[in-house]
C-alpha cells in the first residue's frame, strides 16, 4: 500500500519544483554576464549607426530626379 503523506506537504514539494523550474528558465533566459550584455548593446548600436547613416534624407530625395 502506499504511504500516507499529509496533503500540506504535498503541496510545499510541488510547489517547490515549479518554483525550480521556473528559476532554470529565468536563468536561461535572463543568467547573462555583464559583458554579454555590453557586447550585444554594441552590436545593436552599430547596426543604428549603419542604417541611420544609409538613410535618405527630404533634402537627398530632392537632388535626385523622379
Known amino acids: 500500500m ?3 503523506i499529509p496533503f500540506r ?3 510545499k514539494v510541488l ?10 528558465e529565468n536563468r536561461a533566459a535572463f543568467g547573462r ?7 550585444d548593446q554594441a552590436r545593436k548600436d552599430k547596426i543604428d549607426r549603419v542604417l541611420n547613416g544609409a538613410q535618405l534624407t527630404r533634402a537627398d530625395q530632392a537632388d535626385e530626379p523622379a
Open 2 to 4: 502506499a504511504d500516507i
Open 9 to 11: 506537504r504535498a503541496k
Open 15 to 24: 510547489a517547490r519544483k515549479k518554483a525550480e523550474t521556473k528559476a532554470i
Open 33 to 39: 554576464t555583464k559583458g554579454e550584455k555590453q557586447a
